[in-house]
């Protein structure tokens, strides 16, 4: 049984991992890989588009492509690169189904301020705001 961890980097990222023996947490994947995408505006199988330094995606697969894939994280940046959207979907037989989403905004000093979380489907999103006393980095 084979039980080597396999890392694939590219321009001093990583791109993929292979798991020895699948992912316990997704039973049905027989190969399992975790695959992360540093291109904006790629293709599902993230080809194409312009090399980035932000994460765009990390998705669960069973190939090296990350597409199709059983879970995925996408991620969309704010000015200054902070994080404004995070996504997180499912595909079954071909069909996405985006299950949550987190909208970020920071403030000035570039912390967190305002967060809110929901599908943005049902328009029953709730929202949080944060507002914590902390020192910006000097």
Same mark, same amino acid.
């Given at each position: $049984?084979?039980?080597?961890?396999?890392?694939?980097? /590219?321009?001093?990222?990583?791109? =993929?991992?292979?798991? !020895?023996?699948?992912?316990?947490?997704?039973?049905?994947?027989?190969? =399992?890989?975790?695959?992360?995408?540093?291109?904006?505006?790629?293709? /599902? @199988?993230?080809?194409?588009?312009?090399? =980035?330094?932000?994460?765009?995606?990390?998705?669960?697969?069973?190939?090296?492509?990350?597409?199709?894939? /059983?879970?995925?994280?996408?991620? @969309?940046?704010?000015?200054?690169?902070?994080?404004?959207?995070? &996504?997180? @979907?499912? $595909?079954?037989?071909?069909?996405?189904?985006?299950? &949550? /989403?987190? &909208?970020?905004?920071?403030?000035?000093?570039?912390? !967190?301020?305002?967060?809110?979380?929901?599908?943005?489907? @049902?328009?029953?999103?709730?929202?949080? $705001?944060?507002?914590?006393?902390?020192?910006?980095? =000097?």
């Amino acid at each position: $049984m084979k039980q080597t961890w396999n890392y694939t980097y /590219s321009q001093g990222k990583l791109t =993929s991992i292979q798991y !020895p023996q699948g992912d316990a947490s997704v039973p049905s994947l027989v190969q =399992s890989y975790e695959v992360f995408c540093w291109r904006e505006d790629a293709d /599902s @199988s993230c080809r194409g588009g312009k090399a =980035s330094d932000r994460l765009q995606w990390r998705a669960k697969a069973d190939n090296q492509l990350g597409y199709p894939y /059983s879970e995925r994280i996408s991620y @969309s940046y704010g000015p200054g690169g902070t994080p404004s959207l995070v &996504k997180y @979907s499912t $595909m079954e037989r071909g069909i996405e189904t985006v299950w &949550k /989403s987190r &909208k970020l905004e920071g403030n000035g000093a570039r912390l !967190p301020a305002f967060e809110s979380l929901g599908t943005g489907v @049902s328009g029953n999103d709730s929202a949080r $705001m944060t507002v914590t006393p902390r020192r910006a980095p =000097s």
